[in-house]
C-alpha cells in the first residue's frame, strides 16, 4: 500500500463549503500532525485557492506526494482578462484571474518551473498527464528602417518547455476534438490537441492499455472558458486505478473541478489548486453534488 496523503493537522476536516472561513496557510505551517486523507473512510478532495507554484512549494513542506496527475493550463492565447465573466463575444473565453497573455518566453519558464515543482511532488513510480497544444504565434518584423514589416507566423509546441523540465516524456497522446470554434479561413481546422505522458525513471506501467489518439468532444462553456471533458481524465485515469486503489491524484491548474470530480466518481482522494476563488467554489460545489459521499475542503492558501 502507498504512504497516505499528507497534510498538516490543522486543515480542519469539518470545514467545507458552508460558509465557515477557512484555515490559512500559515496556521498549516504552524502545525506539525499530520493525517491521511483516507482516514475519514470516504474520498476527500481538497481543494487550495493560490498560485500553483507557490502552493506546490508550500505542499511539499509538508512531504505531500501524489500518484497521478492530469492538468491543462491556460494557453498563452491572449483572449484578455474578464473578471465579471461577461461583457463582450469573448466573455466566456475568459479566466477569471489570468489575462492569458505572457510575454512567450516568460510564460515557457512559469510552465517549466511549475512543472519542476510537480516533478518534486510526484511518487517514483507516479504518472502526469500535461494537457496542451501546438499554437501559431504571430509577430511583425521590422525592415531596417524601423517601419513595421510583414507578418511573421511562428509555431509553438509544448515540447519547447517540456524538454527542459525533469520529467521524462513517456509518450504523446492525440486528443481529436472532432470540430473547432477555431475558424480561419487561410488555415486548415485546427482539432487537435496533445496530451503528454510524464514520468519518472520508474513509472508504474497500468496492465490496461489505451490508444494513443482520443476521439472526443470537448466540454461545453458554462462556468470556465476551457473545460475538458470529464470522460477525458477517466479515459487515461482508469487503467491505472486498477492497479491501485489507495492512489491520490492531483491537478495544480484544477479549474472547473474536473479532474477531482472524475477521482471522487473512482472511490480516490485528490488536491486540486486554482488562483480563482470562483473556480474553486463552483467546483467545490460541483464535486458535493455530484459526488456526495466525497467529503470536499476548501482551503484558501493565498
Known amino acids: 500500500m502507498n504512504p497516505p496523503l499528507r497534510f498538516a493537522a490543522a486543515a480542519n476536516p469539518s470545514w467545507r463549503t458552508d460558509g465557515e472561513s477557512p484555515p490559512t496557510a500559515d496556521s498549516l505551517a504552524q502545525k506539525s500532525d499530520e493525517i491521511p486523507a483516507s482516514s475519514f473512510g470516504a474520498p ?4 487550495l485557492i493560490g498560485d500553483a ?29 474578464n473578471k465579471s465573466g461577461s461583457g463582450s ?4 473565453f475568459r479566466y477569471a484571474e489570468d489575462d492569458d497573455c505572457r ?17 518534486g511532488i510526484m511518487r517514483e513510480t507516479g504518472s502526469f498527464f500535461y494537457n496542451h497544444k501546438v499554437r501559431t504565434k504571430v509577430n511583425r518584423k521590422n525592415d531596417d528602417s524601423g517601419s513595421i514589416g510583414k507578418e ?29 470554434h477555431q ?28 490508444p494513443t489518439v482520443i476521439e472526443m468532444s470537448k466540454a461545453g462553456r458554462k462556468d470556465h472558458p476551457a473545460p475538458f471533458p470529464p470522460e477525458l481524465v477517466e479515459r487515461v485515469l482508469r487503467p491505472f486505478v486498477e492497479d491501485n486503489r489507495d492512489m491520490v491524484v492531483f491537478d495544480p491548474f484544477v479549474g472547473s473541478g474536473t479532474t477531482s470530480l ?20 463552483g467546483a467545490a460545489e460541483r464535486i458535493s453534488q455530484l459526488c456526495p459521499n466525497t467529503r470536499v475542503i476548501v482551503e484558501d492558501w493565498r
Request: without cysteine.
Open 44 to 47: 476527500v478532495a481538497r481543494l
Open 53 to 81: 507554484d507557490k502552493v506546490i512549494r508550500r505542499l511539499a513542506t509538508f512531504h505531500f506526494e501524489f500518484d497521478f496527475g492530469f492538468t491543462s493550463p491556460p494557453y498563452n492565447i491572449g483572449y484578455g482578462n
Open 89 to 92: 463575444a469573448l466573455g466566456d
Open 103 to 119: 510575454d512567450e518566453g516568460e510564460y515557457q519558464i512559469w510552465q517549466s518551473d511549475i512543472l519542476e515543482s510537480v516533478h
Open 152 to 180: 511573421i507566423k511562428t509555431f509553438v509546441h509544448p515540447l519547447d518547455w517540456l524538454r527542459t523540465t525533469p520529467f521524462n516524456i513517456k509518450q504523446e497522446l492525440i486528443w481529436n476534438q472532432l470540430s473547432t
Open 183 to 210: 475558424q480561419n479561413t487561410a488555415m486548415f481546422s485546427p482539432i487537435d490537441e496533445r496530451i503528454y505522458w510524464l514520468t519518472k525513471d520508474s513509472p508504474k506501467i497500468p496492465k490496461i492499455t489505451i
Open 262 to 281: 472524475v477521482a471522487s466518481t473512482l472511490g480516490l482522494s485528490s488536491v486540486g489548486i486554482d488562483q480563482s476563488e470562483r473556480y474553486i467554489q
